[in-house]
């Protein structure tokens, strides 16, 4: 008896002298399943979810079981099924959840917003996040920021467009508030999925569609069917891209993993940037050679989209608070960083 006591007080001795990390149990290994909203054989976007499953496994208790896109859940219906439990995470878009928080809209891109370095300034430094994770935590769902595009092209189109009166009945696939701007200048605005669009196109279903960057543009093969591709991006300068938890399944990776997750995903955000912005100039000269005429906005439709976009950012803040209170917060920052950001940088 004596000498199982001494043992014993032997053990603990030399657990306390090796430190906490001795003392306390080793945490059991956990597989995270992620679903990705965008198909894994894209470049950059399947290109960025699959670089973080690959560098989450950093750790020999923590691993990423990754699902492409629509293998469990359909890519625009993500968010309710990482709130209701049937998946435990997802990757992909904030905005795709615009019909069910307006609000998400801020943190996933704004039209004549924020560029890439101002908006995870803002997300990271100016209070961004701690608002995104408010408006989650009653769905029981936990935002990570985890990528960040470069400007997307501003879409593809079967004519040229030179005036407001081209987009009068357009039937044109426009994602979050960019698609608003043009539904108040007179198109028919639709949101389909990646997967959808080449088909829909291709049966008149759509006469125009915008989706990503040049090089995510080349892999879903738009320009074998329409030939007009504009520039700039004005609805989405920056595009944030978010891991997006199950709250108790948050909760359980405990606190040594879930700041491994969110070390890695800032990682994998200036990873998406150097892919995002390395792959651009390869697949313009790839456009122009096969036959595709590259547009810039003439200046009358960039000041018709801003003025727009004024009156969209107003009417959803007035109608949401939630929006309201994301939309002061990113104002008040650019407002804060704008004196900076005028003599930073040559122009």
């Not at 750790?59 to 709130?83: E, M, N, S, T």
């Not at 997006?244 to 606190?255: F, K, M, P, S, T």
Request: charged share 20%; proline share 7%; aromatic share 10%.
């Amino acid at each position: 008896m004596a000498s199982a006591r001494i043992r014993t007080a032997i053990a603990v001795a030399l657990a306390w002298l090796a430190g906490p990390a001795a003392a306390e149990p080793a945490a059991q290994p956990v597989r995270l399943k992620v679903q990705s909203g965008f198909t894994l054989s894209v470049p950059v976007l399947g290109e960025m979810v699959q670089h973080f499953a690959d560098t989450v496994g950093g750790r020999d208790d923590l691993a990423v079981r990754l699902y492409d896109a629509g293998k469990l859940a359909p890519p625009l219906q993500i968010f309710d099924a990482v709130a209701a439990g049937k998946l435990e995470a997802g990757f992909a878009w904030p905005g795709y959840w615009m019909g069910k928080l307006p609000a998400t809209t801020v943190f996933a891109a704004v039209p004549f917003g924020p560029g890439p370095d101002e908006f995870l300034a803002w997300i990271h430094h100016g209070g961004g996040l701690e608002l995104w994770r408010a408006l989650y935590e009653p769905h029981g769902v936990v935002p990570v920021p985890c990528g960040v595009l470069p400007p997307e092209a501003s879409g593809w189109f079967a004519s040229p467009i030179e005036r407001v009166a081209d987009l009068k009945g357009l039937k044109i696939r426009y994602a979050g508030l960019g698609g608003k701007v043009l539904e108040k200048l007179g198109a028919s605005i639709t949101m389909l999925a990646a997967g959808d669009l080449f088909l829909a196109l291709e049966r008149g279903v759509l006469d125009a569609t915008e989706y990503s960057m040049p090089s995510v543009d080349r892999a879903l093969g738009f320009h074998r069917i329409v030939k007009h591709y504009y520039f700039p991006g004005w609805h989405q300068p920056a595009s944030m891209m978010e891991l997006l938890v199950n709250a108790d399944d948050w909760e359980a990776l405990g606190e040594a993993r879930r700041r491994h997750v969110e070390t890695v995903c800032q990682a994998n955000t200036l990873w998406t940037l150097g892919r995002g912005v390395a792959l651009q100039g390869e697949a313009l000269a790839f456009f122009r050679e096969q036959g595709v005429r590259i547009h810039t906005w003439p200046p009358e439709l960039m000041r018709r989209f801003r003025e727009a976009a004024a009156e969209v950012m107003q009417e959803a803040a007035a109608a949401d608070p939630a929006f309201a209170e994301a939309w002061a917060s990113l104002r008040a920052f650019r407002e804060k960083t704008g004196p900076w950001s005028a003599i930073a940088v040559p122009r």
